[in-house]
């Protein structure tokens, strides 16, 4: 059995974030967001911030398409845009979390 002691810097995970429509009806959006993986010795720090601070220090690119299909490009403005959705901030933040202790959806 191996096991990686030298895991990548970075990894990328799915964040699928329900949106609430103008009719009140609600649209899963999603994007593969790329995070800086987190060590030990940062856990305790980083537990402590407040999400969109995670966020914004963990998550350094996306693939992420607009609603015509487009690419959004991941830029400083483009990050305040996603990091002023409260939606988006809680998701990216527990998406991050999930992925880098481990731990996997149950189907």
Not at 13 to 28: D, I, L, M, P
Not at 79 to 101: D, H, P, Q, Y
Request: charge should be negative; proline fraction near 3%.
């Amino acid at each position: 059995m191996a096991f990686n002691l030298a895991p990548t810097e970075t990894f990328e995970e799915t964040v699928t974030v329900n949106v609430k429509q103008k009719g009140g009806a609600w649209k899963q959006e999603s994007f593969i967001g790329e995070f800086k993986r987190a060590e030990e010795s940062d856990r305790e720090r980083l537990l402590e911030m407040k999400h969109v601070d995670l966020v914004r220090d963990r998550l350094v690119g996306w693939k992420m398409k607009d609603d015509q299909r487009n690419e959004v490009p991941f830029t400083p403005e483009n990050l305040e845009a996603l990091l002023s959705m409260t939606g988006a901030v809680r998701e990216a933040a527990i998406a991050f979390w999930k992925a880098n202790t481990g731990a996997k959806e149950k189907n």
